[in-house]
């Protein structure tokens, strides 16, 4: 500025002078010597760690934090540079440093050596600041953490089991739990996973860790559990117990798309809604909807077991329908995050064709769903054999049919891709020998839970879903109908890449608490 008002200005110059060992010119500093010759006198790593030894566990890449810690990590990662750092420090306090910066020098990854570049600074001659970099080994020494060695020497060795059940005639609710469990890494920690019938066991090494299996399964459907201990031995001159503990865990037998009859305690909680109600969702609470009024209830886990009813009709009883004609009767509505519109319809099942002409007029929570010529898949409560109790009671005020959802299985049937552009991930799951699988059924269940992930956009929010490598697009025909509509499927921008299913924790911080151990003191 002094410059553009044509002012004058004195230009200042740094002024140098001779280091006092070698005579090299130099900026002045408190030492009067140049960085060299500094050097030279004084080094400040002296006294410094140079070689450390790090204790890993090669079976699950973890690391010991004395003192019974252990913590994954994965190679050069800013996780491992901390835990490194941290076994710096103190020595870094006592010689007076600062650390500046640190970085990883690439070795073989089976030299077991982790060597890290360090820069430091500390105070010399006259409060002269000298930075100065070396190198650090560590020696990484094989152990494996007490949970590894445990299932080294039997992998039948289990501290801690969890007995997952639910007492319906399908599998669809371990599928989507199945999907849970895995995109939250929750069963990470297991040593063992056995499919019983109606259920699954999962084994950990510890107490804490079934513990925290149990808390994120009540997180995710309405359960009710109980525990129990065997002790195993103990050492009655040190006073330590070794049991084995047994989580027995029950999920709700109502599942997506059950119809119900509400028994009239548990119509009063919901607000006298029904008694024939649709189950829309099933988290942590049970979403009921009356199909005929569109109110909507939600029964929390304490709240259903206190009435503990059970469905009417599942999903593997539903009838196929074809509308004939539907005029809606209300505007759309939002309930629970879903949108419904009540329409008065004409419908027929598709088995009666050719036999009889029955049709029936219903009311319907699909208005803006279903047009005429569509097919349904709903409950036909006018030839069901039922034998309810409650059900009985409401005789004359029940409808002869109770439409569930769109169905586009003739589509499906029509224009079939043969392999779907998406895939899902499995537990690696040992079957019990005592049970007979059926195959068919099972690929069968399988299929229509992948339907309903194609169809249920809320279904799938919470789900990972991975790229199909076989997928094949020319192989895949054409899935739009005459009319524009086209089949249900998942968009390409929900797929995750494959390679990312190792790195999609890679930021959790599964660490092993020392207070989560098997020995109890009495």
Not at 44 to 59: A, D, M, N, S
Not at 240 to 251: D, P
Not at 380 to 392: C, R, V
Not at 493 to 498: F, G, P, T, V
Request: overall charge negative.
């Amino acid at each position: 500025m002094a410059q553009d008002a044509g002012m004058f200005m004195v230009h200042q110059t740094i002024g140098s002078v001779l280091c006092c060992k070698c005579g090299i010119r130099m900026q002045p500093n408190a030492a009067n010597m140049c960085v060299k010759c500094l050097r030279s006198e004084v080094d400040i790593t002296e006294g410094l760690l140079k070689r450390l030894v790090l204790v890993h566990c090669p079976e699950c890449e973890s690391y010991l934090q004395p003192p019974r810690t252990w913590v994954k990590l994965q190679l050069e990662s800013k996780e491992l540079l901390t835990f490194c750092l941290k076994k710096l420090q103190k020595n870094m306090n006592i010689n007076k440093v600062k650390l500046v910066n640190a970085e990883f020098i690439w070795t073989e990854p089976h030299s077991k050596r982790v060597k890290v570049k360090v820069s430091v600074q500390k105070e010399v001659y006259n409060g002269a600041i000298l930075e100065q970099s070396y190198l650090v080994e560590y020696v990484q020494q094989d152990h494996m953490c007490e949970s590894c060695s445990r299932v080294a020497a039997n992998p039948d060795q289990w501290v801690a089991a969890v007995q997952l059940r639910q007492h319906v005639s399908h599998r669809r609710t371990f599928y989507y739990l199945e999907q849970l469990i895995l995109r939250h890494g929750a069963a990470a920690r297991a040593v063992r996973i056995k499919q019983m019938d109606h259920g699954i066991d999962f084994y950990f090494s510890n107490r804490s860790h079934g513990n925290k299996f149990v808390e994120f399964i009540g997180k995710v459907a309405p359960v009710k559990s109980r525990s129990d201990k065997q002790l195993v031995s103990h050492d009655s001159k040190s006073n330590n117990y070794n049991y084995k503990y047994t989580f027995s865990v029950e999920i709700s037998p109502i599942c997506r798309e059950d119809l119900i009859c509400l028994p009239p305690k548990a119509a009063a909680i919901l607000g006298n809604i029904g008694p024939i109600v649709v189950c829309t969702k099933v988290t942590n609470s049970i979403a009921l909807l009356d199909p005929l009024t569109l109110k909507f209830g939600f029964l929390d886990a304490e709240q259903y077991w206190r009435t503990s009813f059970k469905s009417l009709l599942t999903s593997r009883q539903l009838v196929e329908y074809i509308v004939f004609d539907i005029e809606p009767v209300s505007s759309e509505i939002t309930v629970g995050g879903t949108k419904y519109v009540l329409a008065d319809a004409q419908v027929a099942r598709v088995s009666d064709f050719g036999s009889n002409d029955t049709q029936f007029s219903i009311r319907t929570h699909l208005g803006h769903l279903l047009k005429p010529g569509d097919h349904a898949l709903g409950y036909d409560l006018y030839g069901a054999n039922t034998n309810d109790m409650e059900l009985d009671r409401y005789k004359g005020y029940i409808p002869e049919v109770v439409l569930i959802k769109k169905s586009y299985e003739e589509k499906r049937q029509k224009k079939r891709a043969k392999a779907r552009s998406w895939k899902l991930k499995s537990l690696n799951m040992e079957v019990d020998d005592k049970i007979k699988v059926d195959e068919d059924k099972r690929d069968a269940e399988y299929e229509h839970f992948l339907k309903d992930l194609e169809e249920n956009p809320e279904l799938r929010f919470n789900i990972s879903l991975y790229q199909n490598k076989d997928y094949q697009p020319s192989e895949v025909a054409s899935v739009t109908e005459d009319d524009g509509e086209p089949i249900p499927s998942v968009p390409d921008d929900e797929l995750l890449a494959a390679n990312l299913l190792a790195a999609e924790f890679d930021d959790l911080d599964l660490i092993e608490d020392g207070d989560g151990e098997d020995n109890m003191a009495e």
